[in-house]
């Protein structure tokens, strides 16, 4: 284990954060470890999204309107049925 020292903390941001802890029923300390925990995860998921560009890597959206390509699917089929089960056409 490591040990940090923040400085130049104002004494508000202090008080709010010792708040915080003491609202969790936790110290200052244990508050903090979890704070810093959390956002070394965050950024570990950030730089996953980051290197991961899914199939297009150029940059293009790959967003699919998952309910429109069912029944793009169920038209091609023909099987293209309502919410309830029941043929639409």
């Known amino acids: ?3 940090l020292q923040v400085r ?3 004494e508000a941001v202090r008080s709010a954060l010792a708040s915080e802890a003491e ?4 110290s200052l300390q244990v508050f903090l470890l979890d704070v ?9 998921n950030r730089d996953f999204v980051r290197r ?8 293009r959206d790959t967003t ?11 038209r091609r089929d023909g ?3 309502d919410g309830d089960g029941r043929n639409d056409r």
Do not use: C, W
């Open 52 to 59: 991961y560009r899914g199939p297009f890597s150029d940059g």
């Open 79 to 81: 099987s293209a049925r």
């Open 1 to 3: 284990m490591v040990a």
């Open 36 to 44: 810093l925990e959390r956002e070394a995860g965050n950024a570990r």
């Open 23 to 26: 609202r969790r029923g936790e």
């Open 8 to 10: 130049g903390v104002s």
């Open 64 to 74: 699919v309107d998952v309910v429109e390509v069912i029944h793009r699917d169920r």
